[in-house]
């Protein structure tokens, strides 16, 4: 039998091939459709952890600065902060846009070159500042951030999401933010190797008077004492003291302490210092006792 001048068995073959053609098209597009899920989902694990680690990076930055206030070491931590505010900003803004799409506002609608393609490469020119002239760095962070597809993204990018469904327009804002993270994660680790560790800084001076001999000097006698400067640190941020075991607060760098003795002779005090330095982990603790002598007050008539 033949039907359009061809036999059945080949309509049927035919047909046969076009219901497993549109089959394998099927189950293609389901199988891309479940990849780009899971590429979501992926991003939406992996954005917070890398912003989280930049965090964690950037206050240790700023600890070390505390700690250890050089010149070299302000430089750094506002040169941190810098690049850290370039990508957060950026984050805030492909957020937005995100918040935008998910209220019910259609990719099209998006001005996607103002509002997002054109600050990824404003930033990616700042960033690209702190890798300096070395051409390997350069090249990782070039393909970090645009994947050898510059000129693409820059002309193509906004048109491809503005044609977009409201999913791939929010996978793809999030692609770049995640990038930029990625970009922003050695900066912040590279400048943190930077911070040299050291003694504390002693940045300001107190004079200090000490005396040996009787307990209190009397009317009509010689008293000679050794004045001498005392270094100490304002900044107290990392440093704890103990006075008698117990903690004692500080008031830009300095402890003001009061007693009263109720009997006469010598007291001791026992003054613990310990200093926390942000760069090693390290604790180093400084102790010393000193000592109040107190007059019977009787015998000090």
Known sequence: MKIFGLHWVGHA???????????????????????????????????????????????????????????????????ARQAFTLVDNFGRKAGEIRQRMRAGTPPQAIDWSGDLVNHFYRLADSLSIFYGGDSTRRAWFEECLFAGRRTFLSDQLPVILAGADTAEASRFCRNLQLRAELALAPVLKGLQKQMRSGSIVLDRVLPVLSYSGAPCPRAGEPFEADISIAGYWQRSQNVSLKINGKPFPLEAGVAHYSAVFKQPGNHRIPVEISAYNPLTGEIRSYRKDFLASVPDTVAAR
Do not use: W
């Open 13 to 79: 073959t035919y047909l046969a091939l076009l219901v497993g053609l549109v089959f394998r098209g099927e189950t293609r597009l389901s199988a891309l459709i479940a990849l780009k899920d899971e590429l979501g989902e992926a991003q939406g694990l992996a954005l917070p952890e890398v912003s989280m680690s930049n965090a964690g990076s950037l206050n240790k930055i700023k600890a070390s600065c505390l700690a250890y206030p050089r010149p070299r070491h302000l430089e750094i931590n506002e040169a």
